[in-house]
């Protein structure tokens, strides 16, 4: 008898922690589920809140796209960022063509470089032109340097800001076998996470130089081919 009721006592603990498991479950389900709703409506106010501050990036794609909004990004995924840091300044400085497209930290900790991996306009060269790749690259105030995106010949980075002093948003595009797609990526530099979203229509054709050689007033890309 006493050792029915010995196996009854370990049976109605187990049910017990199996009721707790399961209700922990739950509330990081739940807990999970709100995290996953907040979070992209986050992030589509600051894709919006970026798009507004950069307008001529928008309109520039809704005359090969026609128009469209931040609710026609899509989130494509969230990882962590490799910053490949190294001791190096910037070497963009005031003479250079692409200084007054840096991009300063709003408190001061550097500047974030989008176009001089992209772009070689130094002097003494007889025309500007575009390298294959693309990469976007923080000169911190302490002499590192981070390396937060690359991309290949198949995209470009088009368009940075600072959101905040923990957060910057670059806009470019990703060439598909469907063709050249918008896509906005949110760096997270505190963290080190990266968040991709890509827009829900495609072109294709797109030359590929088209946006810098408006922004970049002081370099003459026209020619470029890509």
Not at 45 to 62: C, D, V
Not at 63 to 91: A, H, Q, R
Not at 155 to 163: D, K, N, Q, T
């Amino acid at each position: 008898m006493k050792s029915i009721q010995k196996s009854y006592f370990y049976l109605l603990i187990a049910l017990v922690l199996a009721s707790c498991g399961t209700q922990e479950s739950k509330n990081e389900q739940e807990t999970d589920g709100v995290q996953a709703l907040n979070a992209p409506e986050s992030a589509f106010q600051k894709m919006e809140l970026g798009m507004g501050q950069k307008p001529a990036w928008k309109s520039h794609w809704a005359t090969v796209l026609g128009d469209f909004s931040v609710e026609d990004f899509e989130w494509m995924f969230t990882d962590s960022i490799d910053p490949m840091e190294m001791p190096e300044k910037n070497p963009i400085l005031e003479n250079d063509p692409l200084f007054p497209y840096q991009l300063p930290h709003p408190e001061g900790n550097g500047t974030m470089d989008v176009y001089s991996y992209k772009v070689e306009a130094q002097d003494g060269l007889d025309k500007p032109y575009l390298n294959p790749d693309s990469e976007v690259i923080w000169y911190r105030a302490d002499g590192m340097k981070e390396r937060l995106l690359f991309i290949g010949p198949s995209g470009m980075f088009e368009e940075g800001l600072w959101l905040s002093p923990s957060e910057f948003l670059v806009m470019g595009y990703f060439q598909e076998e469907e063709g050249f797609r918008p896509m906005i990526w949110l760096i997270n530099t505190d963290s080190h996470q990266l968040s991709q979203y890509k827009l829900n229509k495609t072109s294709i054709s797109y030359t590929p130089e088209s946006y810098l050689n408006k922004k970049l007033k002081s370099v003459d890309l026209s020619s470029n081919g890509n």
